[in-house]
């Protein structure tokens, strides 16, 4: 059986225990605790080098870690993942600009709010933070104005990556009230069969 190390409030987690819960697929889940460090000692630095979560480990004890990466692992032969050679490469399009345009504004503005002290030093980049986090927003919203989803016109598992953050954005300040077709989005995904909360994963 697969094994997940990951933190219960991690959007990146929260990720692999959706596509998990979409796939209908059994998985072993161990709680650690990235908060306070634990990803940077020795036991788990041998699961990872990079020393963070998630990581899933396979059945045959190989880890696998960083959560797209893990995505593309668990979809690959479904629907998630389209065969068609551009619908493939758009999908992982939008995944890279999760990485790195969405997920360290969104995401980083989440982590400040719920898990820095008030007078931490980082507390002032908030505002710069949410700025480039509504920056994305819009490319997203400008694209689902036209788009049911975000590559192959289907569910992919650039949706479920992009999901992840994406509708815990408040929790760091960065309102969704101005994106009416991420909304809809939003809504399109909760409505996909399997589809389990963060809070029930």
Same mark, same amino acid.
């Given at each position: 059986m697969l094994t997940l190390y990951d933190n219960h409030d991690s959007g990146n987690g929260y990720?692999?225990?959706? /596509? /998990?819960?979409?796939? !209908?697929?059994e998985y072993t889940y161990v709680e650690v605790d990235s908060v306070n +460090? $634990?990803?940077?000692?020795?036991?788990? =630095? $041998?699961?990872?080098?990079?020393?963070?979560?998630p990581v899933l480990e396979l059945d045959d004890g190989t880890y696998l870690p960083e959560s797209n990466a893990i995505l593309h692992y668990l979809g690959d +032969?479904? %629907? @998630?993942?389209?065969? !068609?050679?551009l619908d493939h490469a758009r999908t =992982? &399009?939008?995944m890279f600009f999760e990485q790195y345009t969405h997920e360290p504004s969104v995401a980083v503005a989440r982590f400040i709010v719920r898990h820095l002290a008030p007078d931490h030093e980082r507390q002032a980049t908030l505002p #710069?933070?949410? &700025? %480039? +986090?509504?920056? #994305? =927003?819009a490319i997203m919203e400008d694209h689902l104005k036209d788009n049911d989803w975000f590559a192959a016109n289907q569910p992919t598992i650039a949706d479920i990556s992009l999901f992840a953050y994406t509708h815990m954005? *408040? !929790?760091?300040?960065?309102?969704? %009230? !101005?994106?009416?077709a991420i909304n809809s989005w939003?809504?399109?995904?909760? &409505? =996909?069969? +399997? @589809?389990?909360?963060? *809070?029930?994963t």
């Amino acid at each position: 059986m697969l094994t997940l190390y990951d933190n219960h409030d991690s959007g990146n987690g929260y990720k692999t225990r959706l /596509m /998990m819960a979409l796939l !209908d697929i059994e998985y072993t889940y161990v709680e650690v605790d990235s908060v306070n +460090g $634990e990803t940077r000692k020795g036991p788990f =630095l $041998e699961k990872n080098l990079n020393g963070r979560i998630p990581v899933l480990e396979l059945d045959d004890g190989t880890y696998l870690p960083e959560s797209n990466a893990i995505l593309h692992y668990l979809g690959d +032969g479904t %629907s @998630f993942v389209p065969t !068609d050679r551009l619908d493939h490469a758009r999908t =992982l &399009q939008w995944m890279f600009f999760e990485q790195y345009t969405h997920e360290p504004s969104v995401a980083v503005a989440r982590f400040i709010v719920r898990h820095l002290a008030p007078d931490h030093e980082r507390q002032a980049t908030l505002p #710069a933070i949410r &700025q %480039s +986090g509504h920056a #994305a =927003l819009a490319i997203m919203e400008d694209h689902l104005k036209d788009n049911d989803w975000f590559a192959a016109n289907q569910p992919t598992i650039a949706d479920i990556s992009l999901f992840a953050y994406t509708h815990m954005a *408040e !929790d760091g300040g960065i309102g969704l %009230s !101005d994106y009416p077709a991420i909304n809809s989005w939003i809504a399109r995904v909760r &409505q =996909l069969p +399997g @589809f389990v909360a963060l *809070e029930d994963t």
